[in-house]
């Protein structure tokens, strides 16, 4: 039987070897408890903790706030998870134990697209309400759900930006954007395969060349083959998408076997803690983020998207920087208190149409679903690393620092 953990604030280590605590969910009747199966081991086992600390910070903060009033009735928030190992197939025997055995109505995304591509059915064949904050790839709206409900911005987006600002940057340099060749690799799972789909298509808007275009192994360890190949073949535009071990094996032999481009770019660089693991090596590295602290977006429970950035690195020191995962999962749980207190109940069907109806500010950004259940209303940004810091660099009108064009060679 797969360990349990139940918390209505901080996980802490104990997560990480998925010890059991806490009390069961129908402990109290003036608690909610929403329920996930989500990545606490696994080769996504930090994404997993990023978005349980997040789910947890906010949880924690609602909580200090009086809760969540729900028809003339005041709530206290927790959380009640289950470790899906970084398996789909797990995610959805978990979610049938968390819906059939411990009566969970309400449901918190695991991590990841392809453990959320998983959930879904199951919640969809319950009439479950789910809010994610970590499957982003766009398949997931094209399927009818009408009970999955999902805080970000779709996966196609990610790395799409990198191929616009290249061309902008080359435009500027005197160079004909069609002159640009691309290298790069992806892992072969859901998100990113959505996220090449997106460059491909920006990549042809501009009449750019990809020169390489290859797999990640399935264990994300050694991409060197794909490299030597980038390394004689010379692309203006280099990118990669394997999650948290595909950025940090890809920055770490980009700098063992000197491979370098004028642009750069990968996903998950906050998770996989590159200024930490790689220095200097990481620098001038493009980041497609959710959210950034330098935002101007802010809300009644956190104030700013800075005030919830220092708010968590202080409640959560191991952390360098907030990777998105930790702050789009928190907006979920804001989402749900919100479609808490609309509905004015706790029937699930009158829950689902508070949350189809969503339209709020939050320090993550906006937050409007279209019919399909995914975000329209909020973008996706770049972040440079320059200096050890990640900055926003585009679009233009977030851009809190210039991009440093071309990237000097990693040191």
Not at 72 to 97: H, N
Not at 130 to 150: D, I, K, N, P
Not at 225 to 236: E, F, G, R, S, V
Not at 288 to 308: C, I
Request: charged share 25%; aromatic share 8%; net charge positive.
């Amino acid at each position: 039987m797969k360990r349990l953990v139940t918390h209505s604030a901080r996980l802490g280590a104990a997560i990480a070897v998925a010890l059991a605590f806490g009390a069961p969910a129908s402990a109290a009747d003036d608690v909610i408890t929403l329920g996930s199966a989500i990545s606490i081991t696994g080769k996504y086992s930090q994404e997993g903790k990023n978005a349980s600390d997040g789910y947890n910070f906010a949880v924690k903060r609602i909580n200090e706030m009086g809760g969540v009033k729900v028809g003339g009735k005041t709530y206290k928030l927790e959380v009640k998870y289950y470790d899906d190992e970084s398996t789909p197939a797990r995610t959805a025997q978990l979610l049938e134990r968390l819906i059939n055995q411990d009566g969970i109505k309400f449901v918190l995304g695991p991590y990841g697209s392809g453990p959320t591509k998983a959930a879904a059915p199951v919640t969809e064949k319950y009439k479950i309400p789910m809010v994610e904050a970590e499957g982003a790839s766009r398949s997931l709206f094209t399927q009818g759900y009408r009970y999955m409900f999902a805080a970000l911005s779709t996966s196609d987006q990610y790395l799409s930006p990198v191929i616009d600002l290249a061309a902008e940057l080359a435009q500027k340099s005197g160079k004909k954007p069609a002159d640009l060749k691309i290298g790069m690799a992806f892992e072969n799972d859901p998100f990113s395969l959505d996220v090449r789909d997106g460059v491909v298509e920006e990549a042809k808007k501009h009449n750019m060349k990809i020169v390489v275009d290859d797999k990640m192994p399935r264990d994300l360890s050694d991409i060197s083959a794909t490299l030597t190949k980038i390394k004689a073949l010379k692309p203006d535009i280099i990118v990669f998408s394997g999650h948290t071990k595909g950025a940090t094996t890809a920055t770490r032999q980009m700098k063992e076997m000197d491979v370098n481009a004028p642009v750069v770019a990968m996903t998950h660089c906050e998770s996989a803690k590159l200024t930490t693991q790689f220095g200097a090596a990481s620098e001038g590295i493009l980041c497609p983020t959710q959210w950034a602290e330098t935002l101007k977006y802010k809300d009644g429970v956190f104030g700013t998207a800075m005030d919830y950035n220092k708010a968590f690195l202080a409640a959560h020191p191991e952390y360098k920087i907030v990777p998105y995962q930790v702050a789009q999962a928190s907006a979920v749980i804001e989402i749900w208190a919100d479609a808490f207190r609309r509905a004015g109940s706790l029937d699930t069907e009158k829950l689902r149409d508070a949350l189809a109806k969503t339209e709020m500010e939050t320090f993550y950004g906006h937050i409007k679903f279209s019919e399909v259940g995914n975000n329209i209303a909020k973008p996706m940004v770049l972040r440079q690393i320059q200096g050890g810091n990640y900055v926003v660099v585009a679009p233009t009108k977030y851009a809190s620092e210039p991009v440093v064009y071309p990237r000097k060679a990693p040191q």
